[in-house]
């Protein structure tokens, strides 16, 4: 079993995000994505703010730091997500039959999403 993940600080560092993932070898090359976990640096105590049965990625977090934002797969489609770390709410924030598969998040806020839609082969939000 090999595994790897993807992980976000917050601008303070006191959090982490991390997206893992779980290969169970190289003769069938399948990948169990887990639930984005948030961990306390200086506790060491990991939460999930999601329970999410689909595979997300690419997890940064808001510049408040109240909210990881992801890409999160649909049937068909990748939005980029806000999950709110209060509530576990999530919220798409871009919308149609589109594959988002890269995101960058400014400090004041502003978002760049890269994505293949309908009507707009890219997006800034």
């Excluded at 887990?34 to 640096?41: A, G, I, K, Y």
């Excluded at 988002?100 to 806020?109: E, I, K, M, S, W």
Aim: hydrophobic fraction near 35%; charged fraction near 25%; proline fraction near 7%.
């Amino acid at each position: 079993l090999r595994s790897r993940a993807v992980m976000s600080t917050t601008s303070d560092s006191r959090s982490i995000v991390l997206q893992r993932w779980y290969n169970d070898g190289p003769s069938n090359g399948n990948v169990d994505p887990r639930p984005l976990t948030v961990v306390d640096v200086a506790t060491g105590k990991e939460s999930i703010p999601a329970p999410v049965d689909r595979c997300m990625s690419r997890p940064q977090w808001s510049p408040d730091g109240r909210s990881v934002l992801a890409l999160v797969e649909l049937s068909r489609v990748t939005h980029l997500s806000r999950i709110d770390l209060a509530d576990g709410k999530v919220t798409e924030l871009t919308h149609g039959p589109r594959f988002d598969y890269d995101l960058t998040v400014a400090n004041d806020g502003r978002m760049v999403v890269l994505g293949d839609g309908d009507l707009r082969p890219y997006q800034s939000s």
